[in-house]
Every structure is written in C-alpha cells, then in structure tokens.
C-alpha cells in the first residue's frame, strides 16, 4: 500500500561509495519498518539491512561494517549508506516498506561496482 520511489543507484569503482534513498508516500511513516533487499542476476532477493519504527537495525553479514541504513521520519525517507562497496555488491537494490502487516516494494535502482 505504500508507494516506495529509490534513488541513488548508479556505477561505481571497487572501494567506491554509494548513498540510496527510499522516499515513502503515505501517513504512519513513522509506524514503518523499513528495509533494503537486492538481487544480483540469477539470484535470489536476500536482506541487506532493516530498521524499525524505533531505529533498531539489523545487518546481512556479507555488508556489516560497510553498509549503514539510517532513517528520516521527517522526509518520510530510508537511507542505506554503501561503503567500500565489492563487485559482489551488484545488484538491484529495492526499498521495502512493512507497516500493519501490509508489505510494499519499490521498482528497485541498480547498483553495479566495477573492479
């Protein structure tokens, strides 16, 4: 039910950064857990970083250390900072918003990291 829109995908170089934005539209953002999922071609889509409505965070192991996602109640917007990013990162990342039980995905924005 919530219409997720990402930015900020793009090219970039081994041991280059990314920042990804995720604008939600809709009230209760603030009610929202929020997520970053990618999928690498001939891949499944796994987890890349979650926060919920109190900014408690969780990490797939492949990214921590890397990888920060923060939240923005006022801009209604989910951020997922890349650092150090691999080739291994490349995938289309997709924003996912969960809210009273109501799961909602983004078109989703390509990341590609050139070694």
């Known amino acids: 039910q919530v219409q997720l829109v990402e930015s900020g995908g793009g090219l970039v170089q081994d041991g280059g950064s990314l920042r990804l934005s995720c604008e939600a539209s809709g009230s209760f953002f603030s009610f929202t857990s929020m997520a970053w999922y990618r999928q690498a071609p001939g891949k499944q889509r796994d987890l890349v970083a979650s926060?919920?409505?109190?900014?408690?965070?969780n990490y797939a192991d492949s990214v921590k250390g890397r990888f920060t996602i923060s939240r923005d109640n006022a801009k209604n917007t989910v951020y997922l900072q890349m650092n150090s990013l691999k080739p291994e990162d490349t995938a289309v990342y997709y924003c996912?918003?969960?809210?009273?039980?109501?799961?909602?995905w983004g078109k989703g924005t390509l990341v590609t990291v050139s070694s």
């Open positions: 996912n918003a969960y809210r009273f039980g109501v799961s909602s």
């Open positions: 926060i919920d409505s109190v900014s408690r965070t």
